[in-house]
């Protein structure tokens, strides 16, 4: 998706443009159309050709309020916008696709092993991860960061659930194809044969990963989910799996995104670069919200529910748009402005409520460590080439980001 830094384009109709569409992403710009819709549209309507429909929500106190009452808004009928209509075979068992209370007691035991403490133990890790992706860059070439940036979550996600390395790249593009099963680089004959392809081959690799722990457990986040307990039972192979496949897609679907966007956006703005190495903090933060790369997740309405613009229907669909609520500008001053120093970033790029994403520290910790290492590494980064952008609804996402960068220290003649 582009991101442009345009408010409301004059004369736009949210009626004319097809949110629903993967391919829509990958060459066009909604942020345009989120502007019109949050200004005069904020329960914005779209049928499709076969029947089925939904209703779009722009603003951020509405996303707020959908994501974080699942009292009144059910992701049980699925949380993707490409399951609108299909239901979730995993409602009830897997962690994003499961309501209060079982979800609390799914979550719970989860907590303590993705806490902000887990995540700092997993630092150095982190730092081994960035060294390899960055390794590239430090010749001077042309580096590709939309497929390098792939390795990075995939480590973290492997030291945490205890996933081989040698494992590791067809992870990476199972999970890829699993979030965006659209994207024509990676597409097997239609959409819904390469979901069913990375479901099969990625639910298969975790049913051998718990076969394995049964003849020798092992300390890590397959065994805890295997010998926890959720309320007063132990979780079935069917929610380990599950949930295994939740926490893999949750961080190799949003992540590498998150770092392909920010360093697009710190090469659109130099300014901002200039100021990074005093600011990765906020930088990381800023770089969440400029990007929102998990771009859309899905409820039903339990109950009539009033929002901004009318009424939703109970049994209705509604998919909350978080790159839009972030660009909201009742809560971000100036939101097209790429400001890594900004105060109060009260960004919702991972959720709002009871589905947080649980995955938070991790992520903040990885990016944290990437960007200080980038900082530190290089003096200049430009663009080396065309962008190509995912073709996704759910994903805001890169599948090419060529840039050249300078080694701090090294000048060279080009
Ligand atoms: C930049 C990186 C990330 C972004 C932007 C992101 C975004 C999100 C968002 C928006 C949700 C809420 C879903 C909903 O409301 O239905 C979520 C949930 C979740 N995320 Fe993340 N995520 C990121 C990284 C990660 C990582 C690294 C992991 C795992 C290691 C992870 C695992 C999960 C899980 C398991 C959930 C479901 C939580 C629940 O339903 O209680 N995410 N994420």
């Known amino acids: 998706m582009r991101i442009s830094a345009s408010t409301a384009a004059p004369g736009l109709n949210p009626c004319d443009v097809d949110l629903f569409s993967p391919e829509f992403y990958a060459t066009g710009d909604p942020h345009p159309v989120w502007a019109v819709m949050r200004a005069s549209a904020p329960l914005h309507r779209q049928e499709l050709p076969d029947g089925r429909s939904f209703l779009s929500i722009t603003r951020y106190h509405d996303a707020c309020r959908v994501l974080g009452d699942a009292a009144d808004f059910t992701s049980e009928r699925g949380s993707l ?12 068992q897997m962690l994003v696709s499961t309501d209060p209370p079982r979800h609390s007691e799914l979550r719970r035991p989860l907590n303590r092993p993705m806490s902000a403490k887990s995540a700092a133990a997993l630092e150095d890790t982190a730092r081994r991860a960035v060294a390899t992706v960055l390794a590239p860059a430090m010749d001077g070439e042309v580096w590709e960061v939309a497929g390098l940036a792939d390795h990075l979550p995939v480590a973290l996600a492997g030291a945490l659930l205890g996933l081989p390395e040698r494992d590791w790249p067809d992870l990476a593009r199972w999970t890829a194809m699993a979030a965006a099963p659209d994207e024509p680089s990676w597409r097997i004959r239609s959409g819904s044969q390469t979901l069913a392809i990375a479901h099969h081959s990625l639910f298969d690799y975790f049913a051998r990963q718990l076969r394995r722990r049964r003849d020798s457990a092992a300390d890590d986040l397959i065994s805890h989910l295997m010998t926890m307990s959720a309320g007063a039972e132990r979780l079935s192979d069917d929610e380990v799996i599950y949930n295994c496949y939740s926490l893999l897609l949750g961080a190799n679907a949003t992540t590498p995104h998150a770092v392909a966007g920010t360093i697009l956006a710190l090469i659109e703005h130099p300014d901002q670069w200039r100021l990074a190495p005093d600011a990765v903090g906020t930088l990381v933060e ?129």
């Open 286 to 414: 800023e770089g969440l919200r400029w990007t929102s790369p998990a771009s859309s997740f899905l409820r039903h309405a339990v109950t009539d529910v009033e929002l901004s613009g009318g009424v939703v229907r109970r049994g209705e669909a509604v998919a909350v748009w978080i790159g839009a609520a972030n660009r909201d500008e009742r809560v971000f001053p100036e939101p097209y402005r790429f400001d890594i120093t900004r105060a109060n970033n009260r960004h919702i790029a991972f959720g709002f409520g009871p589905h947080y994403c649980l995955g938070a520290s991790v992520a903040r910790m990885t990016l944290r460590v990437f960007f200080d290492e980038l900082i530190r590494r290089f003096d200049t980064i430009e663009l080396a080439g065309p962008v190509e952008h995912l073709a996704s609804a759910f994903i805001a996402g890169y599948i090419r980001l060529p840039v050249r960068t300078r080694t701090k220290g090294k000048r060279r003649d080009r």
């Open 81 to 92: 916008l490409h399951q609108l209509g299909q239901g979730d075979a995993a409602a009830g």
